[in-house]
């Protein structure tokens, strides 16, 4: 029996073949991307990863066993602890004062993504906000692990091998295997209109990631004094 995440990720497959020729993920394996490019990729990350994990939180708070509460609490402290700890590292680099961030307004491109994934999230149930949130969290090991495979001799004095290998690491990548092992526990009795919606959502929670990395990469937005 087909599992439901080989479904989805069937159905995206060729959005997510456009994510790794992208300029943005290609000048980043080659350790070419211009800095003050990933200066403004982090800040806008970090401001959306304040509202991605929002959508967890509803997760958590819709849940009605105490697996799924944890399930969702793991995946909170996740992003509160480790993932942002590599967007942190990186900014301080940057001389960025991570306090003034909360301040700042996220891009128009970020805004609407992350307000889709939490209106989703609050109108519907934890298949549709799992669905949503998964295209972020799977195709960001999806993007790590092949510019691992492709870089991996001309990683070392890479400027960014931080960041593919901590989306590259066993720890992200047992996350997406558990996230996609649940959408499969979850989504293994839908009915037709179930099927289609939640393809529907990953369809489009993936092509607003396509547009994150657009937006970043044409980025002029004059973030820093």
């Not at 692990?145 to 901590?166: D, F, P, T, V």
């Amino acid at each position: 029996m087909v599992k439901f995440s080989e479904v989805l990720f069937k159905e995206v497959e060729h959005i997510w073949m456009d994510y790794l020729s992208h300029p943005f993920i290609k000048e980043l394996g080659e350790g070419t991307l211009p800095k003050e490019k990933f200066r403004d990729y982090l800040i806008e990350d970090y401001l959306y990863l304040k509202e991605y994990v929002k959508v967890f939180g509803i997760g958590l708070v819709k849940s009605k066993t105490m697996d799924k509460i944890k399930f969702h609490y793991k995946a909170i402290q996740g992003i509160l602890e480790d993932e942002n700890a590599v967007h942190i590292n990186y900014l301080k680099n940057f001389n960025i004062d991570i306090r003034k961030l909360d301040q700042t307004k996220s891009s128009i491109e970020n805004s609407n993504y992350t307000n889709y994934m939490i209106n989703i999230a609050k109108e519907g149930d934890l298949k549709a906000i799992a669905v949503a949130i998964m295209p972020c969290t799977w195709s960001y090991f999806y993007i790590a692990q092949y510019l691992k495979e492709k870089y991996n001799s001309k990683l070392s004095n890479n400027y960014y091998r931080e960041w593919i290998e901590s989306y590259n690491s066993q720890e992200y990548q047992q996350l997406v295997y558990d996230w996609k092992n649940y959408i499969n526990n979850i989504c293994c009795d839908l009915n037709e209109n179930e099927f289609k919606t939640l393809i529907d959502i990953f369809k489009e929670a993936s092509l607003y990631e396509k547009g994150f990395w657009d937006m970043a990469y044409k980025s002029n937005k004059n973030y820093v004094d």
